[in-house]
């Protein structure tokens, strides 16, 4: 990876996950993606601007990528192609993830119904877990190409 100001660059293979109208995430990101066989792993670097004042990145934006994990990772796996909310969610921090950090996270769906999707997933730096996730997302309106695999990051 080659360093730039505050940032690396991601790894071979990630692609920025493009958001048409998102600006919380315009704001906080940018997250990166790969697909790993049907595996969809989402990568973040950890910048200062990200951090708490202990120099790790600050839980809320690991509670941000938890989300858009959970969110991002079941419309790709399952090919929902829907805007989806968050029912629920849950997380557990395992260790600190220090700013320069690049994050890998990956997901597992647990079991979706007509109305529900389960998943669970962690965020790892350098293997070791980060962040465990798991929540409950609820696919909202019609299909629309915008929440597509190749319009997200392809």
């Not at 940018?30 to 600050?58: I, K």
């Amino acid at each position: 990876m080659t360093s730039t100001a505050d940032t690396l660059a991601p790894p071979a293979g990630f692609k920025p996950v493009v958001f048409q109208s998102n600006p919380y995430l315009d704001l906080v990101g940018p997250l990166h993606g790969r697909m790993d066989g049907e595996d969809f792993v989402l990568g973040f670097q950890v910048e200062r601007r990200h951090c708490n004042p202990g120099g790790t990145c600050h839980g809320g934006m690991l509670m941000t990528l938890a989300d858009m994990l959970l969110l991002l990772g079941a419309n790709v796996k399952c090919d929902i192609k829907r805007y989806m909310t968050t029912v629920s969610v849950t997380n557990d921090f395992l260790a600190p993830a220090p700013a320069g950090s690049w994050l890998e996270g990956r997901v597992q769906i647990l079991r979706t119904t007509r109305s529900l999707v389960f998943v669970q997933g962690t965020m790892c730096l350098d293997g070791a877990p980060v962040l465990r996730t798991s929540g409950i997302l609820k696919p909202v309106g019609e299909e629309d190409p915008r929440f597509g695999r190749r319009s997200l990051f392809e």
